[in-house]
């Protein structure tokens, strides 16, 4: 049981973190990022590869690393429309259930096909197409595996929570405790 609360704990406080620095810092830099190019556009009618692609390496790394911050705040859209109605036992089952039969699988469908197409990337040294392109093209190729464990990460704190709500046994100590 503690263990499991360690599990969930770190979970939570790695995404957390990600999210709250990481992703946030990411935001304000592609902001800048996209406004140098407005500016250079239609200002000094001119652009840069590098600039055009460092703003989708950033949008990439702000969806990718944001998705397991999303999901602990429970942020992510919901399509079904019945969970709002369902009381906490039944939203944790569905929650389990989502899990085990989708996150779970995409995760592992994602993280078993991208690590090797990441690492023949940094073997090969692979750089951007395009002359004045980014170099190290396996750095963002990187953020694809990197996003997904912290999404998987997520998921697993997510179901302990569920499980625990199923259980009716406290997940975290009281503070007064």
């Known amino acids: 049981m503690e263990l499991c609360r360690k599990i969930v704990n770190v979970c939570d406080r790695i995404n957390e973190w990600v999210g709250s620095y990481l992703v946030t810092a990411a935001v304000f830099l592609f902001i800048a990022i996209i406004f140098s190019n407005v500016v250079l556009r239609y200002l000094f009618n001119t652009s840069f590869v590098f600039m055009a692609e460092l703003e989708w390496h950033f949008f990439a790394f702000i969806f990718l690393f944001g998705a397991g911050f999303t999901l602990l705040h429970n942020g992510h859209v919901r399509v079904d429309i019945f969970y709002s109605l369902l009381n906490t036992k039944k939203k944790a089952l569905v929650n389990c259930l989502g899990v085990i039969f989708f996150l779970l699988p995409s995760c ?70």
Do not use: C, H, M
Not at 130 to 138: C, L, Q, T, V
Not at 154 to 170: A, M, R
């Open 108 to 177: 592992y469908l994602v993280l078993t096909t991208t690590i090797p197409w990441v690492l023949v990337a940094y073997e090969v040294g692979e750089v951007s197409i395009d002359p004045g392109g980014i170099p190290a093209r396996f750095l963002i190729k990187a953020t694809l595996p990197l996003g997904y464990l912290l999404l998987l990460l997520q998921g697993v704190s997510l179901f302990l929570k569920s499980i625990f709500i199923l259980l009716d046994k406290p997940l975290l100590k009281s503070p007064l405790s």
